[in-house]
């Protein structure tokens, strides 16, 4: 028998939501072959199943939010098959509990209601800290909320979606009463009749839509960020001219033998992992009083999702030249749109770069993918007018934006590692092929 387990999806993942089970008990299953589908705000992917055999027990059911490494489903072996129809054997003790009942007509009607203020009142139920935090923001009474994740189990999900509920009608009923309050006796069957049609006007002009998974979980990913560290940007604008001559000279080339357009980005990742080589604390972390400094230098690539974010990770990045970055970038990306990526590709990140240049943007300030300590965000490369040597020369420029942690990173010092990477990028002299 083979435990099938909840992945970490990235270091500061605790729990992901089970979106969708692609086998159904009784099912075969091969090793490897897509098993179940998964949603945090790193990834939204396919998990295979760990080993070849027979679906022969689910223990999380679709929607539930669970806990990393908690056991979601069972494996067996192909002669382990007729096993769960053993436990299916079991209703004969059913009817037992089943006539228990009817001598003590009288008794039912108390038992239903204690066991629902006991786990509304009980802390150590099943429930994740982060229901209980959001149940006591939110003052709600869990013994209220229908859970849906496994065994009952009451999710986030559910509680958000009480909260919403509870809130919706709130406003309208409030006026509903109000109103016959000052008015005389025979007027109140008249006065609900106004409120009621009024009441429906407003929400014809809204529409009300419940976040997916991975955007809720980016929400929460982007609030961590903010409240762990504190976010400080510094812009530098770069020459890109070398670069883009160098791009130019190549790119038709590199297409016909790589089968790729060769971008901008893969410069600015070879300048920045040298960078990162000359200042290693950007390449490090926090952990309490203590700073980890990564010997290995895995870089984080943004990727724009059509529903959301996620930063897949090019592992020894140092290792790679400009060819072999733009080839990871270009990989990673498409695997990440087509929902592939595998759990240890979107782990282990120790820096990271946003290339919002992309969508036209000139600069923004991104925010940190924690635990890392600094993000660098690359602009539009445009050409500009630019003043040299007191005269006037077109030349292609671009905005590197990089936000970084004031716990850790003084302004002087991120100027300073800047400063690095618009130098090499500015003498670019690397050939690319």
Do not use: C
């Not at 080589?277 to 309490?288: D, K, L, M, T, V």
Request: glycine share 6%.
């Amino acid at each position: 028998m083979t435990d099938v387990v909840m992945p970490q999806m990235g270091e500061s993942i605790v729990e992901g939501t089970l979106t969708k089970w692609l086998k159904k008990p009784g099912d075969a299953v091969e090793r490897d072959e897509p098993l179940f589908e998964i949603s945090t705000d790193k990834v939204d992917t396919e998990i295979p199943s760990p080993a070849s055999g027979v679906l022969s027990e689910v223990l999380a059911q679709e929607g539930a939010t669970v806990q990393v490494n908690s056991v979601v489903a069972r494996i067996s072996d192909g002669a382990a098959a007729p096993a769960p129809a053993a436990p299916v054997a079991a209703p004969a003790p059913a009817p037992v509990v089943v006539e228990a009942p009817p001598p003590a007509p009288v008794a039912p009607p108390p038992p239903p209601p204690a066991p629902v203020m006991e786990a509304a009142l009980e802390p150590e139920g099943p429930l994740s800290p982060l229901v209980r935090k959001i149940a006591r923001e939110n003052n709600v009474d869990l013994g209220k909320v229908a859970g849906t994740g496994a065994g009952g189990r009451i999710t986030k999900e559910d509680v958000l979606a009480y909260v919403a509920s509870a809130s919706a009608p709130a406003p309208v009923a409030t006026p509903v009463y109000a109103a016959p309050a000052p008015i005389a006796a025979p007027a109140p069957v008249a006065a609900p009749a106004g409120p009621i049609p009024g009441a429906a006007a407003p929400t014809a002009k809204t529409r009300i839509e419940k976040m997916s998974t991975m955007r809720s979980k980016i929400a929460e990913h982007m609030v961590h960020s903010m409240n762990t560290s504190v976010h400080v940007t510094t812009v530098h604008k770069v020459d890109m001219t070398k670069v883009a001559k160098m791009r130019a000279k190549h790119k038709d080339a590199f297409a016909a033998q790589y089968g790729m357009s060769l971008t901008f980005l893969p410069f600015v990742a070879r300048a920045t992992v040298e960078a990162l080589r000359q200042f290693p604390i950007f390449n490090a972390s926090i952990e309490g009083p203590n700073i980890i400094f990564h010997n290995e230098i895995n870089l984080g690539i943004a990727v724009a999702l059509e529903n959301g974010l996620i930063v897949p990770v090019i592992s020894a990045a140092d290792e790679k030249n400009v060819v072999g970055l733009q080839k990871s970038i270009v990989d990673l990306a498409a695997r990440a749109r087509a929902r592939q990526l595998k759990p240890n590709e979107v782990q282990g990140g120790t820096f990271s770069i946003t290339n919002f240049g992309s969508f036209g943007s000139i600069f923004a300030t991104p925010i940190i993918n924690q635990p890392q300590v600094a993000i660098l965000g690359v602009g539009a490369v445009e050409k500009l007018p630019v003043i040299i040597d007191d005269a006037i020369a077109i030349r292609s420029v671009a905005h590197l934006a990089l936000t970084f942690d004031h716990r850790l990173i003084d302004g002087a010092l991120a100027d300073q590692f800047t400063q690095k990477v618009k130098q090499i990028l500015e003498n670019w002299s690397e050939e690319v092929l």
